[in-house]
């Protein structure tokens, strides 16, 4: 828990743990597109992003937390890590969608 009014989520983390560099590969690329005024400053760019439910599997839940990291790799050491994380409430099960022709289940 932490002990000042700042919510815990979402999170950045702008140093690279192998280096200390703050430089991104993604970050890099999308701010020389910003300074060219050809994407917007509010645009946050990132090399691929990861979801996971967070759950007790031994109790039934009908909403978790799902947390969505996303990674980018240091430009100075290439290190791929974390950059920002952020979390919402899933909705576990539900009705089952139903299925149109051509559609696979496999
Ligand atoms: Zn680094």
């Known amino acids: 828990m932490e002990t000042n009014d700042k919510p815990i989520w979402p999170k950045?983390?702008?140093?690279?743990?192998?280096c200390g560099g703050t430089d991104t590969i993604a970050n890099d690329?999308?701010?020389a597109e910003k300074d060219a005024g050809k994407s917007d400053e509010k645009?946050?760019?990132?090399?691929?992003?990861?979801?996971?439910?967070?759950?007790?599997?031994?109790?039934t839940?009908?909403?978790?937390?799902?947390?969505?990291s996303f990674y980018d790799a240091c430009s100075q050491c290439?290190?791929?890590?974390v950059v920002?994380?952020?979390?919402?409430?899933?909705?576990?099960?539900?009705?089952v969608p139903?299925?149109?022709?051509?559609?696979?289940?496999?």
């Open 84 to 95: 920002h994380v952020h979390v919402q409430k899933a909705v576990i099960g539900g009705p």
């Open 12 to 18: 950045e983390f702008k140093f690279c743990h192998a």
């Open 61 to 68: 839940q009908l909403s978790a937390p799902k947390v969505t």
């Open 98 to 106: 139903k299925q149109g022709p051509g559609f696979s289940n496999s």
């Open 43 to 59: 645009v946050i760019a990132f090399l691929y992003q990861h979801q996971s439910l967070i759950q007790d599997p031994g109790k």
């Open 29 to 31: 690329i999308i701010q």
């Open 78 to 81: 290439g290190t791929v890590r």
